[in-house]
């Protein structure tokens, strides 16, 4: 299924709210780590995350390195950031309250 | 707590056994990619390992991107494989069946 990418306008708009992301220009993606107490933690979130990424059927790319989870966000059928990136990445940023 | 790397014997003889497993000697680890026929598959799996690696006190580095799962073993405490990275290549593989 195509998705529209973000227009310029929205993305500048969604890059200034979500101010805990870094833009990584090169994949037109958002990326965000995570460190935790321990792989508990970590893996804990990870599932949690797993579970806002079924249900919105758009999905992370991460890896995990004990205690820290890196997220990077991007929609392969937009080539680049759409507004299913923006929506997950506030459903990610509400899991930490 | 530190633990003693592998021998070269034993290094030789565990990538000999673990055969689906290559040899990353830059990090001295070895990885595997597992590919799966959707998320909910390769995240089913990852709780799996995820479970076996908190059970052994010894976790993967590894990431995911939709069906596909990368694993890369090695221990830092031993600066390069240990038994740890060979007991849990082979209960991962077991998950498999």
């Known amino acids: 299924m195509h998705v529209e990418p973000l227009s310029e306008d929205d993305r500048a708009e969604a890059l200034d709210t979500l101010d805990e992301w870094d833009y990584d220009e090169a994949r037109d993606a958002i990326t965000r780590r995570f460190t935790f107490a321990d792989f508990s ?9 797993a579970l806002l990424a079924e249900k919105a059927n758009h999905h992370p790319e991460w890896s995990n390195v004990w205690n820290r989870v890196d997220v990077l966000l991007t929609t392969h059928d937009a080539g680049g950031l759409s507004h ?4 997950l990445a506030e459903a990610i940023d509400a899991l930490l309250g």
């Open 41 to 49: 933690e970590a893996f804990a979130f990870m599932t949690r995350v």
């Open 84 to 87: 299913k990136d923006v929506a």
